[in-house]
């Protein structure tokens, strides 16, 4: 039997409010490929970060042992130096060197004050032999296209004398073919002794590529199923990763009368913003009534998000086409002004990042997007403004000494109910809520969902985006599944299950894949 | 909060104003008092009035992201020598004025429609204002003085030596109207605060304790009172401060209380959602920078009148001296944090270091040498410190 390469036993790893792992053992046995699946958020991410120093030495607890060695990396370069190599889902190429520089970033052939240049083109030159690209080592990044980026970052993987090459979504952002050469390459490499693990939730490259597969579910190693041992068919591995009760962690909706429809979106449409041929959403319709909350669900990069935002005033995207009814009205939104106007409100799933301003007290973060009710004639009233923080900060129980605490100071959860007395202070009648409830503590999930159950008893609608199954499952009336751009799914409450969900979502995933064969 | 972290959040709130003290009293004990006399108080205002105008507005620029103006030197320089030489063509002086302010404006918002709508860097924008119109007053003056000689005009804006404001209340030996309008400022002051404590508290909103909003009104109505003396024991009000102060007041008011001041504010900190929250950043960006223009125009206005001329090399190193003092002031060099006054304080902590060396006799260039250091410390403060918060 193989010797061991890697070996973590009883990883624990805590985020404030949040345990990201839980005593997570995982092995990885030398020259195989090891797959490590999971729903988004189940910690996948989070154990690789650990292994490769980034999260570093103390941060964690548990043991790494690497070719039957403990280690304690307190960076990343401790990791590499023992030939551990992180490729991350998002390229990490400078768009204007060329295939050579980048190769050797960081990593520069030749004397520290001198730069030996043929020498770095020569091996990058070897390097990409290896992964099978013709281009030319001087060929800046941005001229290949993504695919030939992937095998970039291999090669200069390989440059660093990976021993352990960790891949971290690697196909996300490729086609089939090029997906299917990635795939192929990295069989090739096992041949020749070197280990991967690769993070994927395309199942069907796992089966595909798999020696060993450990699924991971929020924070725990569920299992691990080996190749030819145990059954590794993809109804098996989407039971290990979703096969969770549903408990009561959702509390009941008290008769809310579901009415008219609110919001009705018709064949839209939108392009990337920066690969203008790129199509984000395809063809996307769907409403939603008075009084009721739809969940859309579908996996990381299925657009989601990104239909949300082109639809509030066209936020996200280019070429945006198709209508949007509010009301059976329909409505031209180019601004969020716009659609703020017309009633609607987008709580942005990246609440640090778009959604509030840290530096400025809650009473400021709430008033943002109304500024016209705490004001006359551009003047605003102050004790008006801080009567509505504090009535706000009633209403949802925001855990603060005070309104005029910085937002930077609160927990992640009561920043997300600062977010949404913002929304809930401009007074819409359709908010649509991404990802609520994100990194935040059980006790604070349950606090959100009880607000969304009193917003919709009010009268108002509520599209509640979550990557999380079971909140989909537990809170929504109707549930739209989104895959690669499109509606692939429509359930309404009581036919949906998590099996249902995940398996409409690959069964498109190689439909698509059928097609284009 | 234990008395140790209460000493320090003190400290850390009240930093700069205890700076400017101690460095106050330290030139106080290097030059034997000089520099509190009236003359050298009267001075620090009116050398300094360009500098007050100037951080103010480059305050609005900064908090919009620690955006900076270049060319504010180059547009005093300009719209003083358009004014110079119009009054030397015996234009109306008021007309004049009014000719210099819009110019002022037409510059700020030629350079704001590039910064805000074309999303042209500040930094390049406003390099480029700094050349041109440095290069326009030279060919406008053809590298020559022209002398404004409206004493009128000289008299309104100018800080020399008959420029103040006349005291109609004939007090013998001491300017009465001015000790006057220090005792009705105090009570302005006095009156507004209690009455936003009284009614913050009806409202059953939180407020700051009693001892400590007395202390505070004591402390800020003997230091004015200090110095409407001491100016009043001299000539009186100069007329630099009235501008100043007007200026002041204004701008404090906008930053603070209208909804344009919350966005600036609010784009500084978090530009991404001040947009989804439905507001339009790039009027917001053509707002700061037109008005940097209004402001560089009052700056020319003052500048002229106190030099009595208008020279190509006027202004040079204005905007430097207007960025400086609001770093020094407090405002964040990422934007989003900053205020009026603090900003005033720090171009009076920069006055009055260089007054007091000058008093002292330290070679000019030394002083630049502190002057730089002092940017330094305060900007190493304001990092070192959000680290620590964070």
């Known amino acids: ?62 043991d790494i042992v690497y070719e039957g060695e403990v280690c304690r990396f307190s960076n990343i370069k401790d990791s590499e130096n023992k030939g551990i190599v992180i490729i991350h889902q998002e390229l990490a190429l400078v768009p204007y060197m060329s295939i050579g520089e980048n190769m050797f970033l960081g990593n520069e052939r030749g004397h520290r004050f001198a730069i030996d240049w043929d020498k770095t083109h020569a091996e990058a030159t070897k390097y990409l032999k290896i992964v099978g690209l013709q281009e030319s080592s001087k060929t800046l990044i941005k001229d290949i296209g993504v695919g030939k980026q992937q095998m970039v970052e291999i090669a200069k993987a390989l440059a660093k004398n990976a021993r352990l090459m960790i891949l971290d979504e690697p196909t996300s952002s490729l086609n089939e073919e090029d997906s299917q050469a990635l795939l192929d390459l990295l069989l090739e490499f096992k041949k020749q002794g070197l280990t991967s693990i690769i993070i994927s939730h395309k199942i069907n490259e796992v089966s595909y590529v798999a020696d060993d597969i450990t699924i991971l579910r929020d924070g725990h190693t569920i299992e691990t199923l080996t190749k030819g041992v145990d059954d590794i068919s993809e109804d098996r591995i989407i039971r290990g990763m979703v096969g969770r009760e549903l408990s009561d962690r959702f509390p009941k909706r008290q008769n809310v009368e579901i009415g008219e429809v609110a919001l009705e979106v018709e064949n839209w449409n939108v392009f990337h913003p920066l690969y203008p041929d790129k199509k984000v959403i395809d063809n996307v319709s769907f409403h939603v009534r008075k009084g009721e909350v739809v969940g859309f669900s579908g996996l990381m990069g299925a657009g989601r998000t990104e239909l949300a935002m082109s639809i509030f005033g066209r936020s996200y995207g280019t070429d945006i086409s198709g209508t949007v009814k509010i009301h059976g009205r329909e409505v031209k939104l180019h601004s969020p002004r716009q659609a703020i106007d017309a009633g609607l409100a987008y709580v942005t799933e990246d609440r640090k990042g778009s959604g509030l301003i840290l530096s400025n007290p809650i009473s400021v973060n709430t008033t943002l997007a109304n500024l016209k009710g705490v004001s006359k004639n551009g003047v605003i009233d102050p004790h008006t403004e801080l009567m509505v923080a504090e009535e706000y900060r009633k209403k949802l129980n925001t855990k603060t000494p005070s309104v005029q605490q910085n937002v930077g100071n609160l927990s992640g959860g009561n920043q997300q109910k600062v977010l949404l007395a913002k929304w809930m202070y401009a007074d819409p009648d359709i908010l649509i809520l991404d990802e609520p409830t994100r990194g935040i503590d059980v006790g604070a999930k349950y606090e959100i969902y009880c607000i969304i159950n009193d917003l919709v008893a009010q009268g108002k609608s509520v599209i509640m985006i979550s990557s999380e199954l079971p909140e989909v499952l537990g809170m929504s009336d109707r549930i739209y599944v989104l895959n690669e751009g499109r509606v692939v799914g429509e359930f309404e409450r009581g036919e949906a299950s998590q099996e249902k969900i995940m398996s409409c979502i690959l069964s498109t995933d190689s439909a698509a894949k059928e097609q284009k064969q | 909060m234990t008395t140790k972290n209460k000493v320090l959040d003190f400290i850390q709130k009240y930093t700069m104003i205890i700076a400017l003290v101690l460095v106050t009293v330290f030139f106080a004990w290097r030059t034997n008092g000089k520099i509190l006399d009236a003359r050298n108080i009267t001075n620090i205002i009116s050398q300094n009035a360009y500098v007050f105008v100037l951080a103010t507005g480059m305050l609005l620029c900064i908090l919009t992201g620690g955006n900076i103006d270049l060319s504010v030197g180059s547009v005093v320089c300009f719209v003083g020598t358009v004014g110079a030489v119009l009054m030397r063509r015996d234009l109306n002086m008021w007309l004049a004025v009014l000719i210099m302010l819009v110019v002022g404006v037409l510059i700020g918002a030629w350079q704001a429609f590039w910064i805000a709508y074309v999303k042209v860097p500040p930094f390049i924008t406003t390099l480029a204002g700094m050349m041109v119109f440095r290069g326009l007053s030279n060919v406008v003056l053809q590298g020559k003085t022209v002398s404004v000689t409206n004493e009128k005009f000289v008299q309104i804006f100018g800080g020399g030596a008959n420029c103040y404001v006349p005291d109609f209340l004939h007090g013998e030996g001491i300017n009465l109207l001015c000790l006057v309008v220090g005792i009705v400022a105090c009570a302005l002051y006095l009156f507004f605060t209690f009455r936003n404590q009284i009614s913050r508290r009806r409202a059953g909103l939180e407020t700051e304790s009693l001892a400590k909003a007395l202390l505070k009104s004591v402390v800020i109505v003997a230091v004015v009172i200090f110095f409407t003396y001491k100016l009043a024991q001299y000539k009186g009000l100069p007329m630099a401060l009235i501008w100043v102060v007007l200026v002041v007041l204004i701008y404090t008011y906008i930053t603070s209380k209208t909804t344009v001041g919350r966005y600036l504010y609010a784009i500084g900190g978090n530009e991404t959602a001040t947009k989804l929250s439905g507001i339009d950043t790039r009027k917001i960006y053509f707002f700061a920078y037109t008005n940097m223009g209004l402001l560089a125009g009052l700056a020319g206005i003052l500048t002229i009148a106190r030099l009595t001329s208008a020279q ?20 964040s060099a990422y934007g989003g944090v900053g205020t009026v006054p603090g900003v005033i304080i720090g171009a009076l902590l920069m006055g009055v270091i260089n007054i007091g060396m000058s008093i002292m006799g330290v070679d000019a260039n030394y002083q630049k040498v502190v002057k730089g250091l002092v940017l330094l410390a305060a900007v190493i403060f304001d990092v070192v410190s959000k680290k620590k918060n964070s």
Not at chain 1, 4 to 31: Q, S, W
Not at chain 2, 312 to 331: H, K, L, R, V, W
């Open chain 1, 1 to 62: 039997m193989a010797e061991n390469m890697l070996e973590m036993r009883g990883i624990t790893k805590v985020f404030p409010g949040v345990k990201a792992l839980d005593d997570v053992n995982f092995v990885v046995k030398k020259g195989s490929i090891h797959a490590l699946v999971g729903e988004n958020g189940a910690g996948k991410s989070t154990l690789m970060n650990v292994l490769s120093g980034l999260y570093p030495y103390g941060s964690y607890s548990g």
């Open chain 2, 312 to 331: 190509p090399t006027y202004g040079q190193n204005y905007e430097m001296d207007a960025i400086g003092s609001c770093f020094i002031g407090g405002a």
